[in-house]
Each structure stands twice: as C-alpha cells, then as structure tokens.
Nanobody, 121 residues
Framework: QVQLVESGGGLVQAGGSLRLSCVASGRTFSSYYTMGWFRRAPGMEREFVAAIGVSPMYADSVKGRFTISRDNAKKTVYLQMNNLKPEDTAVYYC????????????????WGQGTQVTVSS
C-alpha cells in the first residue's frame, strides 16, 4: 500500500520557520519522478507550492522563502519554510508523481493526509 506521511506542521509567528517532512512507503521512491507540496487554505482551492524533479520549482508566492529537497535514501521530501506569513496558513499536502516536472495536482497519483500550518500575525 502506497503511503505518504507528512509531519512538521504547527503554529508559528509571522517571520518564523518550519520544516515539513514527508516519508514515503509502499512504492519505490525513485519511481516518483517528481515530489511536490501543495496547500489548501480555508475556503480556497488547493494550490501548488513547490516540486522537485530534476530541479526545484516554486510558486511565485513562496519563491525565495521556501526550499524543497528530497533524500532518496531516506525516501523523504522536505519543505523548509522561512519568513512565514499569515497568508501561508493552510493544510500542506505532500504528493508523488510519475511525471517528470509535474506541476498540476492531477499529475500526482499519491497523496498524504496533510499537515496543518498556522502562521499568526
């Protein structure tokens, strides 16, 4: 059974940092050509945050503040989030895709359950 499990969410003040982790099991991690992070804020559509295939890709809203990385040996993808803003408050989802360079959510076939990130002003 394919499983992605996120951790690292929490409550932080504006300007603070959090590091999200996502551990994969049940499928060869290297078969996920792209690992991504998406988020859904209350009342909003799910949106792309960052992805890593050959090279990292970021939404404009997080560029320069967030860093995505993956450790294939640990079957883990990370999202380092710095200089957090209240508008970053959302449930963050890890996802895996067999498509290299996937940016759209419908290109991802494995999803985690999500982890809540809340940024207070």
């Amino acid at each position: 059974q394919v499983q992605l499990v996120e951790s690292g969410g929490g409550l932080v003040q504006a300007g603070g940092s959090l590091r999200l982790s996502c551990v994969a099991s049940g499928r060869t991690f290297s078969s996920y050509y792209t690992m991504g992070w998406f988020r859904r804020a209350p009342g909003m559509e799910r949106e792309f945050v960052a992805a890593i295939g050959v090279s990292p890709m970021y939404a404009d809203s997080v560029k320069g503040r967030f860093t995505i990385s993956r450790d294939n040996a640990k079957k883990t993808v990370y999202l380092q989030m710095n200089n957090l803003k209240p508008e970053d408050t959302a449930v963050y989802y890890c996802a895996g895709s067999g498509v290299l360079g996937a940016l759209r959510s419908n290109q991802y076939d494995s999803w985690g359950q999500g982890t809540q990130v809340t940024v207070s002003s």
